[in-house]
């Protein structure tokens, strides 16, 4: 990687200056510093405490606060402005809905009221939303909020198992969906997959009581008894109802997203009110310095963090209008993204290096055509960018005039924690670096034993600091919040708390991060967490299975994808049908972006004489690379059929 800056406009210098003055002022102190940050929202009670860290890692912020995200997402805007678009919605097969703040507040108020005196559900309450790209999600997001229930939203591209695997875990009473949405041209009947987890929900010990499903498609379906369309639940509801938004204890639970990690169980990722909502709302602030007349659009799914933090509570606390694409970003053709962003003058993108490099692999006539000269910020999220295609970003699309705002941050962290913050003072960039951490956070790169590494020296990046966009724990498991965040790098006994990320990183000699990937067994397929022990209790329920490894395969346009070595039963033959078998119940288990690249059948799997798998040799043997140690393995000829079989698939 180039490890050169690039130097910017004028207006931006001497941008490094600056911005350190103002880091080292916030992390001098904190408390002083967030509780500065915290004021600039509306709150209905201040806080006694800024950070209770009697338990750690059980940081607690803004105790005895009180608020409501909607208070800040909406209300605030009060009456002016009120005629502000909200979001431009673009379905993807055309269809266009222009929300404005006003709509928004009166949609969200009227499904607050039907949650509350309809379905009876109130605070503490968890909801799960399955649904598409379409406005009814920001509007339950915001509704639930308003009530004080717990929102889980369930990316709609997941399986039916993976969501009844959520709504257990989350004791979920009460399903949003709709009946189906355009993906590519297709249809895809998402109520039918709602039912079906419902159903397995069941099995599995949970009731959901009501599915509330959103006419999308208008697709010609017959509704069950527990089942109701939303526009008949709203013919109940008054026009022009107010509900109240509750009132929240900034160190209550705000909302639940899942995530992978390395055992086969999602983490239920627990968000607070106070904290989040004052993180997301400075976060936003610097990363895309909002100017009246923006038009923002972040191209990720509100089923990500990304989309929570970025398509919803950001934007709207910002007032922002922003354009929401339901779509595929290559269909009817590549040039989709570039039209929408030169039709609406878009000013600000945000996107996911996986996405760029699709669409620079179309090549560059689908750009050309566009006027693209609206745009003055982008940024990425989600996996390391490549110096090229950080540079075709750079040129390409921002006409090399927009600065790129890498932004490196977790489901966990709740906004950026490293990245350009050209809302204080933008510093000079490197192509693949997100630069320095953010006001407030205070990073480091740690060797194997916990001292620090030297500048240009592989390590593990942490956070010394607690922050208000931290999780504030895994629903249901306290005991793996500790384990899987704290255990690594903190010394208990001396009260030294620092956060694990389970990244690699380097710091260079300006100080700017380098995160190198992941440094657990979770893959990042398109930018998305999947966890390879999740794929492998996936292959594993198949009856030919005996045992399965997946790694990740190097890809072009994905970064990586899954890659599975199985092996079979006595009695059992490899076969195409296998093949397409294993790759079904992936499928459904967990959901197509999980589906792997290859499947490969192998007699054995290289183990350690302990029996742990050595996916390290799978791994080095698809990258072509030397395999490195392998005393501790058990049998060697298993590496031998590897590299036969490897070979022979690729
Ligand atoms: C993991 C978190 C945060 C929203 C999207 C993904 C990787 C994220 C960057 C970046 C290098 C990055 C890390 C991180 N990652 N952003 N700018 N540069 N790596 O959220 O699914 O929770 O994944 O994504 O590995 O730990 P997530």
């Known amino acids: 990687m180039s490890q050169e800056a690039l130097p910017f406009e004028e207006r931006y210098w001497p941008g490094l200056g600056a911005y350190q003055d103002y880091y080292r002022r916030s992390v001098e102190d904190i408390e002083e510093f967030w509780a500065e940050r915290a004021r600039e929202l509306v709150w209905t009670r201040t806080w006694d405490r800024v950070l209770n860290s009697e338990n750690p890692p ?80 920001p509007v339950f997001m915001l509704a639930a909020a308003r009530i004080g229930a717990i929102h889980s939203v369930v990316f709609s591209g997941f399986s039916s198992g993976a969501l009844a695997d959520r709504i257990v875990d989350a004791n979920s009473r009460i399903l949003v969906t709709a009946d189906g949405f355009p993906r590519r041209g297709r249809t895809i009947n998402l109520v039918e997959r709602a039912r079906e987890a419902v159903a397995r929900a069941k099995e599995l010990g949970v009731e959901v009581e009501k599915i509330v499903v959103v006419r999308r498609l208008g697709l010609g379906i017959e509704l069950g008894k527990r089942e109701a369309w939303l526009d008949d639940l709203l013919r109940e509801v008054p026009d022009k109802v107010y509900v109240k938004p509750m009132e929240m204890e900034s160190t209550d639970v705000f909302f639940i997203l899942y995530t992978s990690g390395t055992t086969g169980k999602p983490k239920g990722i627990m968000h607070g009110v106070g904290g989040y909502m004052t993180y997301v709302y400075n976060v936003f602030k610097w990363n895309w310095d909002p100017r009246p007349g923006d038009v923002y659009w972040c191209a990720a799914d509100i089923g990500w963090i990304t989309g929570h933090t970025y398509i919803v509570y950001g934007p709207l606390m910002h007032g922002m209008t922003s354009i929401m694409y339901e779509g595929a970003p290559d269909y009817p053709d590549p040039g989709r993204i570039w039209s929408i962003v030169g039709e609406y003058g878009v000013t600000t993108f945000y996107t996911s290096p996986t996405l760029l490099r699709l669409l620079r692999k179309y090549g560059d006539q689908w750009v050309e055509g566009h006027d693209l000269s609206s745009l003055r910020l982008l940024g990425t999220v989600g996996e390391p960018i490549n110096p090229d295609v950080w540079k075709w970003y750079y040129e390409k699309i921002g006409g090399s005039s927009a600065p790129i705002v890498d932004t490196w941050w977790q489901t966990e962290t709740g906004a950026a924690m490293i990245s350009p913050a050209p809302g204080i003072s933008l510093v000079p960039l490197k192509p693949g670096s997100a630069t320095l951490p953010l006001p407030g956070i205070v990073a480091d790169v740690l060797r194997d034993d916990g001292s620090r590494a030297e500048p240009g020296e592989k390590g593990y990046l942490v956070i010394r600091r607690p922050w208000p966009g931290m999780l504030m724990g895994i629903w249901g498991d306290p005991e793996r919040y500790v384990e899987t965040y704290w255990r690594r790098f903190s010394d208990p006994d001396n009260n030294v708390w620092i956060y694990y990320p389970a990244d690699y990183a380097v710091i260079d000699r300006d100080g700017y991060f380098w995160v190198l990937g992941r440094a657990d067994e979770v893959l990042k397929v398109a930018g998305h967490r999947i966890g390879t022990i999740e794929l492998e209790d996936a292959i594993l329920t198949h009856p030919a299975v ?105």
Do not use: C
């Not at 559900?121 to 379409?134: A, E, F, H, R, S």
């Not at 490969?600 to 302990?610: C, D, E, G, H, Q």
């Not at 590897?642 to 070979?647: A, D, F, P, Q, S």
């Open 58 to 137: 059980f940081y607690r912020w803004f105790e005895g606060g009180r608020t409501n995200i909607n208070l800040n997402a909406l209300e605030r805007h009060g009456s002016h402005g009120r005629g502000r678009v909200a979001y431009y919605w673009i379905g993807e097969d055309g269809t266009r809905r222009v929300i404005s703040y006003d709509d928004l507040a009166r949609y969200v108020n009227r499904v607050a009221y039907l949650l509350r005196e309809t379905l009876g559900m109130g605070k503490g309450d968890t909801i799960t939303l399955y649904l598409p790209m379409i406005p009814e999600l």
């Open 546 to 650: 005996s045992e399965a490894a997946v790694v990740g395969a190097p890809d072009p346009v994905k970064g990586e994808v899954p890659l599975a070595v199985v092996t079979l039963k006595e009695g059992y033959e490899p076969s195409e049908e296998l093949e397409k078998e294993i790759r079904e119940r992936v499928r459904s288990l967990v959901g197509p972006i999980a589906e792997p690249k290859k499947i490969v059948f192998a007699t054995k799997l290289p183990k350690t004489r302990s029996g742990k798998i050595m996916r390290r040799i799978i791994i080095s043997l698809i990258q072509g690379r030397p395999i490195g140690d392998t005393s501790t393995l058990e049998d060697p000829s298993a590496v031998e059929e590897l590299k036969r079989v490897l070979g022979a698939s690729s």
